[in-house]
């Protein structure tokens, strides 16, 4: 009964009114279409968020890292090397670990638990926990697994030579870019530009194909330079010596291949160490011996003496008063550190006497002297590939009073950097011709300029052979078992108006005098151990520099005091052993 | 007419199949061949650690101390070279 009365409850229900039915059927229809219409729209209009995310999931953009090109010495010893190490970095916010894993993390990046949590809670988003810790480490640090703690390749600059080479070679900042030297002028050179490539991965983020490569890698080229990397130690080494043994304020020191004019060795003092160059001081990342200038003094004289000699002036046996040791011209008086008498021009070379090399000057044309100087180099920047090298000064002849020309003549009132020096002395090494320094590795045959002629020269070259024997100002610049010739330069430092007590020691010379192979230049600021002469200070450092090149270098001895095996005598010793 | 057919679908089969195990194939090729760039990638790596390391121990101060400490030579006075004079010089 109540089922019955139910159904017929049911039947008796009101009617619906009759657009109901299709007003949900519509209603349905047009959710319908939005549907329709949104799924149109991502598939044709806004396509590109799902696109992406869709290609997301099965294709990656690899980036492919292109390391920097080494740094190498003439024989391919590196001087600058990068290698890949990896950076440790976190968002501050999101690092979730417990204290023992902290510690375990502090330990491995050597540091304390404190100084971890203090670097992270002092950051307010991205920092570094460590920069370039070897990948080992970084190994290390991934196993630990610990939330919101990142790492990225990176690579890093190493310098086997360090302090030593550093002036030359100089070093990269933070993104491998170059900033000093020759990482900063060769960047183009040496720079590598990372590429990058589209592959499909698989499920498990396995690279399963290359679809496209985007941009190939360009991995930087090795750089060769001149410098010969067990030279530049001797270099240093010595240089380093002389000036701590001379409590003096810096030094230089250049070795020249004579015949190419390739830069072997150049050492500066101060200097600092590229591997670890927190808060050096700009003053000692200085290449002193490229951008600074000095007044070269008596180191001078043999180009006044050959311009004379070449313009026919004198001729090396013209003798030229200086007694009494000074001379006046005008308000100014010259003096000769040893008063000597009458010298032959030959003489004024070996005794180095300022007053002899004035006299000859003064017999010259300013322009004739100054076509010398600046066919030697002098007054142009040398051009050796190093940023920031300067020229020097050398005034222009029409400028001259007298008492220039005269002071001139024995270095004072010009100024040259060390490189430059060296440089000009390759025409007293090879006959007359001036060799570009390069810091580059030259190849076999290097063109020079002709400055003098080969007799004016080799005139030249016995007279600075004279200079460092017995008699001359620097003996103490003999090699035993080699002929050496070279020249000593002793200036007042200019500083402000006038000269100083201060003083600048140099000499430049060469060996093996009969066939010259290397040149080497030394320069000492402000010696303050007693002695100052150029011969007392930096002739020493000649000899034992160039003693130490010519002996690891195989140079054959040239001139053998007593000590010669004769043929006959050879071929006995040779049967016996 | 229907053999023809059933012919060409068990070439076209076949073929299928086989463009699936070539394509397998290139797959597993690829993935060795990864396997091998990233090696060589490593060997770089590890010839410019090792070439640092060789010139950190090379290095002209290490050695000379070694041979002056250890091995106790000398730099040889001008005296005590003797000049043999070779071929031409005769």
New interface residues.
């Given amino acids: 009964m109540t089922g019955a009365s139910a159904v017929k409850h049911a039947a008796k229900a009101p009617e619906l009114p009759r657009f109901r039915a299709p007003i949900v059927f519509g209603f349905l229809l047009l959710l319908f279409l939005v549907l329709v219409g949104r799924s149109l729209y991502l598939q044709w209009i806004d396509n590109a968020f799902l696109q992406e995310q869709g290609t997301s999931r099965y294709s990656r953009e690899i980036e492919l890292p292109a390391?920097r090109g080494r740094i190498l010495d003439r024989s391919g010893?590196?001087l600058a090397?990068?290698?890949?190490v990896k950076s440790i970095w976190a968002f501050s916010g999101q690092v979730d670990a417990s204290p023992e894993k902290l510690a375990q993390l502090a330990r491995l990046l050597e540091t304390t638990p404190k100084a971890l949590a203090k670097r992270l809670e002092e950051a307010s988003d991205f920092v570094f926990l460590a920069k370039q810790v070897p990948p080992e480490v970084a190994e290390r640090v991934a196993g630990l697994r610990i939330k919101g703690v990142h790492d990225q390749n990176e690579y890093r600059r190493?310098y086997?030579?360090g302090e030593m080479a550093s002036h030359i070679v100089g070093f990269t900042g933070d993104h491998d870019v170059g900033q000093e030297g020759m990482e900063l002028t060769q960047q183009e050179w040496l720079g590598g530009k990372p590429g990058s490539r589209r592959v499909l991965i698989n499920r498990r983020g396995?690279?399963?194909?290359?679809v496209e490569s985007i941009r190939a890698p360009q991995p930087g080229r090795d750089l060769a330079l001149s410098i010969d990397?067990?030279l530049q130690?001797?270099a240093f080494?010595e240089l380093r010596t002389a000036v701590e043994a001379n409590k003096a304020k810096a030094g230089g020191l250049v070795i020249l291949d004579a015949q190419t004019g390739e830069i072997l060795a150049l050492a500066n003092w101060p200097t600092y160490n590229p591997n670890a160059r927190n808060r050096v001081a700009r003053e000692k990342m200085r290449n002193r011996a490229l951008t600074d200038v000095f007044e070269p003094g008596s180191t001078l004289k043999p180009f006044t003496i050959a311009a004379a000699l070449e313009s026919g002036a004198v001729r090396r046996d013209t003798v030229i008063q200086t007694a009494p040791g000074s001379m006046t011209i005008g308000p100014n008086t010259i003096h000769d550190a040893h008063p000597a008498g009458a010298l032959s021009v030959e003489q004024v070379i070996q005794k180095s006497s300022n007053v002899g090399a004035a006299k000859i000057a003064l017999s010259l044309p300013p322009a004739t002297m100054w076509q010398m100087l600046s066919d030697a180099g002098f007054g142009t920047a040398p051009n050796t590939g190093y940023p920031g090298e300067v020229a020097g000064r050398l005034r222009p002849a029409k400028t001259w009073k007298p008492i220039e020309q005269a002071t001139m003549a024995y270095g004072h009132g010009i100024s040259v950097n060390l490189v430059q020096l060296a440089r000009a002395y390759t025409v007293f090494a090879t006959e007359g011709q001036l060799k570009p320094a390069t810091l580059f590795k030259a190849g076999t045959f290097v063109g020079g300029r002709p400055v003098m002629k080969p007799e004016t020269a080799l005139a030249v070259r016995h007279m600075l052979e004279l200079a460092v024997l017995p008699g001359g100002t620097a003996p103490k610049a003999q090699i035993?078992?080699y002929r050496v010739a070279g020249k000593t330069g002793t200036a007042h430092k200019l500083e402000g108006r006038g000269y100083t007590n201060k003083y600048v020691s140099s000499f430049v010379g060469f060996a093996p005098a009969s066939a010259p192979r290397f040149i080497v230049a030394v320069m000492i600021d402000e010696p303050a151990a007693g002695a100052h002469y150029g011969g007392d200070v930096a002739a020493p450092v000649f000899s034992t520099v160039m003693g130490s090149v010519l002996?690891t270098l195989g140079v054959?001895?040239d001139a053998?005091?007593d000590?010669?095996?004769?043929?006959d005598a050879?071929a006995a010793i040779r049967e016996e052993t | 007419m229907v053999r023809v057919n059933l012919l060409l679908l068990a070439v076209l089969i076949l073929c299928a199949l086989s463009l699936v195990t070539s394509r397998h194939q290139a797959r597993k090729l690829f993935v060795e061949l990864e396997r091998e760039t990233a090696r060589t990638r490593a060997y770089e790596t590890e010839f410019g650690q090792l070439q640092l390391e060789q010139s950190t121990w090379a290095m002209p101060v290490r050695v000379e101390k070694i041979a002056r400490e250890q091995l106790k030579m000398q730099i040889p006075g001008a005296r005590r070279i003797e000049v043999v004079p070779g071929e031409e010089a005769r």
Avoid at chain 1, 206 to 210: A, I
Avoid at chain 1, 563 to 567: A, C, D, F, K, T
Wanted: hydrophobic residues 30%.
């Fill in positions: 390391h010893e590196p090397i990068s290698t890949p190493f086997p030579t396995e690279v399963v194909e290359d990397a067990r130690y001797l080494r035993p078992g002996r054959p001895p053998p005091s000590n010669v095996i004769l043929p050879a």
